[in-house]
C-alpha cells in the first residue's frame, strides 16, 4: 500500500466525496454520473480535485487512484465499480463504492466498501448500503485479507432489501 499522508482537510474531503457527493450525485436526476464517468475516465480525479482546491487543499492522489467500470449484472441491474485510493485502516474511507441500478434508472442503490475495525481491534472491511435518505444500514465486517465478491454481494442484500427480506 502506497503511504499518503492526508491533512485533516483533506481527509474530511474525501469522505464527503465517497460518502455525501458521490451517492447524492447518483441518486439525483441532474446527470447519469455512470455515463459521465464512462466518457471521462478522469472525471472522480478532476471533480474530487476541485473539492480539495474548494477546501484550500491540493489532491494527494494520482488518477490512477481512481477509477471506474460499470456492468452488466444480470437481466435487469447494471452495477459500477468506484475504486478509491487504498484507506488506512483507522480511516473513515472507501475502498470502493457500488452505484447499482436498473435499466430505466427507476431504482438505483449505493453500497460503499469502507474501512473499519473488528471488535478485536484488527483492520477490517464493512459493507454499508449508503440509502437516498441519507440513512446508513451497515452489514457486517470482514478481515482486510479476506477475499469476497463483495459486489455482486451488496446487489444480493439490495435484491433481498426491495423484496422485504432485510
Known amino acids: 500500500m502506497r503511504e499518503i499522508n ?6 474530511a474531503a474525501l469522505a464527503y466525496f465517497e460518502h455525501l457527493f458521490l451517492p447524492n450525485v447518483f441518486y439525483g436526476d441532474e446527470r447519469d454520473i455512470v ?5 471521462n475516465p478522469n472525471l472522480l480525479f478532476d471533480v474530487f480535485s476541485m ?8 489532491n494527494p492522489f494520482s488518477m490512477q487512484d481512481f477509477s471506474a467500470e460499470t456492468y452488466r449484472m444480470d437481466d435487469e441491474w447494471f452495477g459500477t465499480v468506484i475504486k478509491f485510493p487504498e484507506p488506512a485502516p483507522d480511516a473513515p474511507h472507501c475502498y ?15 453500497f460503499a466498501l469502507e474501512a473499519a475495525h473488528a471488535v478485536d481491534g484488527s483492520a ?5 448500503y449508503l440509502e437516498e435518505t441519507g440513512t446508513t444500514r451497515n452489514f457486517g465486517g470482514w478481515p482486510v485479507e479476506e477475499q469476497q465478491d463483495f459486489f455482486a454481494g451488496s446487489l444480493a442484500l439490495y435484491k433481498k432489501i426491495l423484496a422485504g427480506e432485510l
Open 96 to 110: 470502493e463504492l457500488y452505484l447499482f441500478h436498473d435499466g430505466d434508472l427507476q431504482r438505483k442503490a449505493v
Open 6 to 11: 492526508m491533512d485533516k482537510n483533506t481527509a
Open 51 to 58: 473539492i480539495c482546491k474548494d477546501n484550500g487543499g491540493e
Open 124 to 128: 477490517g472491511k464493512l459493507v454499508s
Open 35 to 39: 455515463f459521465e464517468m464512462h466518457e
